[in-house]
């Protein structure tokens, strides 16, 4: 899996291969997708001091490549649908926890509401990750000059370097 990386100029102009970048198939869709960079790792520390603080310094930072036709295939809309499923499954999951154990008299109640606690989150963030960014991953680099997929297929790697050839 080569970690390939793309001008942000031609992302924004749309001059990408139809193949999927993380799967290698044949893209299924040209889609509008805003491209993101990843928050610096040090940035987490200011969570300390709370979510807004953390958000505004993120979004400050944050650079932003708007992609007018990135390539989609049948496996990204799968793993979106799965996540998503998932993801909205676990917030299901917690809230039926919640109404069973919060009328329980007993230990069992704390832990029954812990365990509805754990599978909020992760539902919230299996669902995080059906959003489109998540499934492209793709990011933006942190001097917004390029678009970085980490991991590549190695069949959008060669169409990439190799400009009118197919699949
Ligand atoms: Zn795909």
Redesign the pocket.
Known sequence: MPMVTIPAGQVAAGHLPPV????G?Q?TAMKKVNLFSKPPAWAAVLIIAGVLPYLIVVMALRKTVKAPAW??????TA?RTRNLLIGLGLIVLAFVLIVVFASAQSDAAALGLLLAFVAFLAGIIVATRSSTQA??GAFVSKDGNLVEVAKADERFAYVLSHPGARL
């Not at 999927?20 to 799967?23: I, L």
């Not at 390539?71 to 990204?76: F, Q």
């Open positions: 999927c970048a993380r799967h198939e893209a390539p989609w295939c049948a496996k990204c793993q499934v492209t």
